[in-house]
T-cell receptor, first 115, second 112 residues
Framework: NAGVTQTPKFQVLKTGQSMTLQCAQD?????MSWYRQDPGMGLRLIHY???????DQGEVPNGYNVSRSTTEDFPLRLLSAAPSQTSVYFC??????????????FGAGSRLTVL | AQTVTQSQPEMSVQEAETVTLSCTYD???????LFWYKQPPSRQMILVIR??????QNATENRFSVNFQKAAKSFSLKISDSQLGDAAMYFC?????????FGEGTQLTVNP
């Protein structure tokens, strides 16, 4: 099994450009989420999904859109990139959204730079 | 809102020695989970240890153990017999359901 796959691993954008970070998992996990990691701030939740067709906002959702049309995929869209969105992005999933006992499986991360 | 605080941005330890990383959290919930994650330079997030709040016994995984003080809302990580491979960023996290709240992280350096 591949686990959680994120693409691309690195991306440089200009202010105002749009892009999509892809996330796919092959573990039949119900729960998927996106975090951003910034120095001195840990990881902060952007959006999450508890199943196909269901998404919700996390702590820092502004400037990002998500959708969950299938169980496997959870893309993160930046419609108009801003320098403040320069960060490392992590996708993570777990089997059961109801239980905190289920450990998150993380992707390898995507480093995004917005000039 | 839940908060997680790691008051030590950087720590260092000599190889084979013991080091303790601190974490405090704030929550009004009674049922939750606590985690320590390790992030080496490869950037991969690796689970180190997990603690269920309803369990009084402290979790242990080989050289890693926690000191969980529920009343004080404290969750420290002890690394015994430190190895060069332990050098990494360590994150404390709180969860109720699958949503995790992370601390700011502690960068651990292991000196040979």
């Amino acid at each position: 099994n591949a686990g959680v796959t994120q693409t691309p691993k690195f991306q440089v954008l200009k202010t105002g450009q749009s892009m999509t970070l892809q996330c796919a998992q092959d573990m039949n996990h119900e729960y998927m989420s996106w975090y951003r990691q910034d120095p001195g701030m840990g990881l902060r939740l952007i959006h999450y999904s508890v199943g196909a067709g269901i998404t919700d906002q996390g702590e820092v959702p502004n400037g990002y859109n998500v959708s969950r049309s299938t169980t496997e995929d959870f893309p993160l869209r930046l419609l108009s990139a801003a320098p403040s969105q320069t960060s490392v992005y992590f996708c993570a999933s777990s089997y059961d959204r109801r239980s905190g006992a289920n450990v998150l499986t993380f992707g390898a991360g995507s480093r995004l730079t917005v000039l | 809102a839940q908060t997680v605080t790691q008051s030590q941005p950087e720590m260092s330890v000599q190889e084979a020695e013991t080091v303790t990383l601190s974490c405090t959290y704030d929550t009004s919930e009674s049922d939750y989970y606590l985690f320590w994650y390790k992030q080496p330079p490869s950037r991969q997030m690796i689970l180190v240890i997990r603690q269920e709040a309803y369990k009084q016994q402290n979790a242990t995984e080989n050289r890693f153990s926690v000191n969980f003080q529920k009343a004080a809302k404290s969750f420290s990580l002890k690394i015994s017999d430190s190895q060069l491979g332990d050098a990494a960023m360590y994150f404390c996290a709180w969860a109720s359901g699958s949503r995790l709240t992370f601390g700011e992280g502690t960068q651990l350096t292991v000196n040979p």
